[in-house]
């Protein structure tokens, strides 16, 4: 079940409905395949029946492609909000405004911005209101999410909150120690995209040669008739 917390999908019968899906899409994929198949075409029966298993495979398959895509967008667009959401959480901190409280003003700035960093946080926060305990709801936050940068973010508050240390401090180590590594990882991406740059220009430049070298031959037989 913790995969669909994680692609977003709270209600309690998610994976009911889920695992119906996978059984619907196996058992009527086939189904459909062979009607199109022995109406539209004149095919033989075990080509049909080939097509027919195929089909089942990808009805049964295709709810998973389906949910690790979900799963893998969520991800990326809590990614992408972090780092603001972090910097945010320090200042409230440093200006003097409890963790339970800056937590709950975040998730409300950020609402529009980054819808999926901010249900999440206003989860969170709905949680430490409930009484359970400040570990817990962090460390339920981090199963959820399947962010490495978010898990790091909760065992620095868990430590924080065991030792007894300064929150605002921590806060601020980890915000920096996250921004160092972005900056470090900025060469490999920038290397990265005009490799793959590199290999879309090449091939039109290739494909355009012929028709330049066209052209300037039209213009010196032209030249020429002159």
């Known amino acids: 079940p913790s995969r669909f917390l994680t692609a977003g999908l709270r209600n309690r019968n998610a994976p009911l409905l889920f ?7 196996a058992a009527g994929c086939p189904l459909v395949a062979v009607l199109l198949l022995q109406l539209l075409t004149t095919r033989p029966w075990w080509s049909n029946l080939l097509m027919a298993g195929a089909a089942s495979l990808g009805g049964w398959y295709g709810p998973d492609v389906w949910l690790r895509y979900r799963m893998a967008s969520r991800q990326q667009h809590i990614v992408e909000g972090f780092p603001s959401a972090l910097d945010l959480l320090v200042v409230c901190v440093e200006a003097g405004l ?19 960093l901010s249900q999440e946080l206003q989860i ?30 909760m065992a620095v ?30 060469p490999e991406l920038s290397t990265d995209l005009l490799g793959r740059r590199d290999a879309l220009v090449q091939p039109r430049e290739k494909a355009a040669l012929p028709c330049i070298h066209h052209q300037q031959q039209l213009g010196e037989a032209a030249e020429g008739s002159y």
């Open 19 to 25: 695992y119906g899906t996978k059984v619907l899409g």
């Open 124 to 153: 969170l926060c709905v949680e430490l209101r409930s009484g359970r305990s400040r570990q817990d709801a962090f460390r339920r936050a981090s199963q959820r999410m399947q962010i490495e940068e978010v898990q790091g973010f």
């Open 98 to 116: 409890s963790l339970d409280v800056a937590l709950n003003r975040v998730a409300h700035e950020l609402a529009r911005m980054h819808r999926e």
């Open 157 to 186: 508050i868990i430590q924080t909150e065991r030792f007894g240390t300064s929150i605002g401090q921590a806060l601020r180590i980890h915000a920096d120690g996250l921004r160092i590594l972005r900056l470090r990882l900025l």
